[in-house]
Every structure is written in C-alpha cells, then in structure tokens.
C-alpha cells in the first residue's frame, strides 16, 4: 500500500497505558451485551405476540431507533458523563420489561411500544471506547495500535455474539438469553463507569478547546461528511454482496464466505495496525476504499465460489481496516469535544449503509437476478473509492509530511518498549 514498516508501540505496550486494561474489559463485557442481543430479543418479542412478522417490525424500529438516535445519546454522554449509568438503567429496565411480556404474552402494539423505547436508550461503548483510546494514547503511533486493537475485538465479539445467543436460547429459553443480555449490561456499564470514575480520563471538553456546538456543526469539519459518505457505501456494498452470494449459492456456503470476511478483517486489522504507514489517513482511506471495490469486481466478473472466497478475504481485510482508518480520522481531524459524537456518525453511517443495501439489492433481486446484484456491489464500492479519492485530493498539501514525520518520531521514541 504505501511500503509499511515494521516497528513502533506494540499491543501489549498499548494495553499497559494506565488505567486501559480496566476501561477496555469492561468495555468488552457491555459490547457483549449487544453482540448476543438480537436472537434473544427477536424471539422473546415472538414469544410475547406469537408472531414473527410483530416481532421483526419491533426488532427492526429498534434497530432504526438505535442507529438514528446514537449520535445524539453519544453528545449527551460527552456533555455529562454522569448519564451513562442512566442510560444504562433505563435500558435495562426496558429489556427487563420486554423479557417479562416474553413469559406473560403482550398485544402488538405494546411490544412496539416497548422495542421502540429500548431503542432510544443504549448507551455508547464503542465510540466511547474509542475516544477514551484517543485520550489515553501519546501519540499517533498508539492511537493506530488501539484502534485496531479495538476495532478487531469489538468486530469478533459482534461475530461471536449471535452463535453464543443461539446457544443460551436452545439450552433455556428467549427471556432467559435476553436476561442474560440484561445482566451484562448491568455488569458492563457498571464496571466500565467505575473505571471512568477511577481513571483521569476526562470526557467533557477542556477549557479552550475547540468547541462543536451541533451536529450540523460536525458536518463542517473538512472531510467529516466525506468520511461518512465513505463508511456508508463500505456498509452497503457488504450487505449488498451477501444478497448476491446468498442469492447464488445459498446459506450455507455464504455463511462460510462472510467467515473468511471476518477471517480476513481480524488478520488484517491486527496486521495493519502493528505497521507505521508513509502515507496519511486520508490517502490510505482512499486506496482502502478502491481496494474494497477491487475485490467486489472480482464476483462480479466471475461467478464462482473460489472467486467469491478470495475476494471476501480481501474485503475483510479492506473493511475493518477502512473503519480503522476512520475512527483515526476522526481522532486527528474533529475537536476533542466533537470526537464522541463524530466516531457514533462512523458507526451510524456503516450500520444504515447495510441496512439501505440490504433493501436496494432485495428489491435489484426479484427484477434483475443476482448477476446485477453483484455489480451493483462493486458500483457502490467504487462510488465510496472515488469520493475518498477526491477527499484525500483535496487535504492540505503539507499534512502528509508533517504525519510522516510524528509517526516516524513515535516509532523512534517506542522502541525500547516491551512487546
């Protein structure tokens, strides 16, 4: 990509920054909570109404809710840290309310109701997670070690969480799997605020930093709306080539594909993040983006399954690497008291891309066939590719060198570090 060179802060040097290996443990027992929550919460609300057709229009607005909402939940959470522990209860509570109607049965219209109120609650961990990172780290070379550390972890316990959900919910019951969900929440947040409060990690913004007044405000930072445009089509052209490839050769050898994918994301994550790169953020996005399109050509040139696994390894590896190299865009480009809220856009962004491909590419399917299911993969692709391209372009000419220059300092200044 850019003739990487080996050195710098190690992992194990990343996990023994103060007071990180507490926040990142119990940041990964409350990501837990939400990568095992989809089965327990879809059949507990079947449970409840006796229809899978109630269930999914509840399971899929508290989805929507939860996406659209987190940026605003995330602001509040950098204003006032406090509220994260009341986010935490009042989601608790609601998922205990839903689990309750899970034995006792509910009309449709309550279920909604209820799915909807969860969904407006959630508090941040993994934007949260990531910020906390930024101000832990010392410099851009530990930044880049955390992100990735982070980014492949929060990646494997979201790929991991449905096997685990399915499991408590053949072995005791939808309700019983959505308590368990609920009790590491409880146990997530509560560890995870202790930490906060134990650490000297400061979330609000210190006097005479920049100041982000709104969201709109956001969309100003140069790149930012970029950026996003960027993470949405990744998201988009990942669920689009899943309709295709299931629409091809069925389940099961799709589910082995997005295997490899994240296969492929976590080894290439890792990798990525233990190298120092020449090139900036914002270029290396750009060639992370044409690479992803790249590969999602090759399916659709040939239809073959050894095609197909070839090019999801290497998306993988683009993807998680692509977001990786966001959220360090954010950390160097938005105003510290912006960078919760802008890395929850990220998130949005890439989660309402699957949502928006994953409609488009059903409807593309019953009129076309999945030949141009799998073009329309590689088009949205390469529409993210050019507008990362035209957004690297368009950075100031001297970032690259001054970058250049921080991270070859942070590798010289890492190297007695134990790994």
Request: with cysteine.
């Amino acid at each position: 990509m850019s003739r990487p060179s080996k050195g710098g802060t190690s992992y194990r040097a990343v996990l023994a920054l103060p007071h990180a290996r507490k926040l990142f443990a119990a940041a990964m027992l409350a990501r837990l909570s939400y990568g095992l929550l989809g089965l327990p919460l879809l059949l507990t609300l079947k449970q409840a109404t006796g229809s899978y057709a109630v269930a999914g229009t509840a399971s899929g607005v508290f989805g929507l809710v939860t996406a659209l909402l987190a940026p605003a939940r995330a602001r509040l959470v950098s204003r006032r840290p406090r509220a994260l522990m009341a986010l935490a209860g009042a989601y608790a509570s609601l998922l205990g309310a839903i689990a309750v109607l899970g034995v006792a049965g509910a009309a449709p219209w309550l279920a909604i109701a209820l799915a909807t109120a969860a969904g407006t609650v959630p508090p941040p961990v993994g934007p949260l997670m990531r910020t906390l990172w930024g101000r832990l780290a010392t410099d851009q070379a530990q930044r880049q070690r955390a992100l990735s550390l982070d980014t492949v972890s929060e990646s494997t316990v979201f790929a991991l969480g449905p096997a685990v959900g399915g499991v408590l919910i053949s072995e005791t019951s939808p309700a019983l799997a959505l308590a368990s969900c609920i009790a590491l929440v409880l146990v997530g947040f509560g560890a995870l605020g202790t930490a906060l409060r134990g650490s000297a990690v400061e979330l609000r913004p210190t006097a005479g930093s920049a100041a982000v007044r709104s969201s709109w405000g956001l969309l100003r930072v140069p790149g930012f709306a970029a950026l996003l445009l960027v993470v949405f089509s990744s998201g988009g052209a990942l669920a689009v080539e899943e309709i295709a490839a299931v629409a091809s050769w069925g389940a099961g050898v799709t589910g082995w594909l997005l295997a490899l994918c994240s296969v492929g994301g976590a080894l290439g994550g890792l990798a990525y993040g233990r190298r120092t790169w020449r090139l900036t953020p914002a270029k290396r996005l750009a060639l992370l983006a044409a690479s992803a399109a790249a590969c999602l050509a090759l399916p659709a040139l040939f239809t073959a399954v050894p095609v197909a696994a070839f090019a999801l390894l290497g998306l993988g590896v683009c993807s998680d690497t692509l977001l990786i190299t966001s959220f360090l865009l954010v950390d160097s480009t938005v105003p510290t008291d912006g960078q919760l809220e802008a890395g929850t856009w990220v998130s949005t962004s890439y989660n309402l891309g699957i949502a928006a491909g994953s409609a488009f590419a059903g409807a593309l399917l019953d009129q076309a066939g999945s030949g141009a299911v799998f073009a329309l993969a590689a088009a949205t692709a390469s529409a993210g590719a050019l507008v990362a391209s035209v957004a690297a372009h368009g950075s100031a000419p001297g970032s690259e060198a001054e970058e250049v220059a921080e991270v070859g300092e942070a590798a010289e200044g890492s190297e007695a570090v134990a790994r």
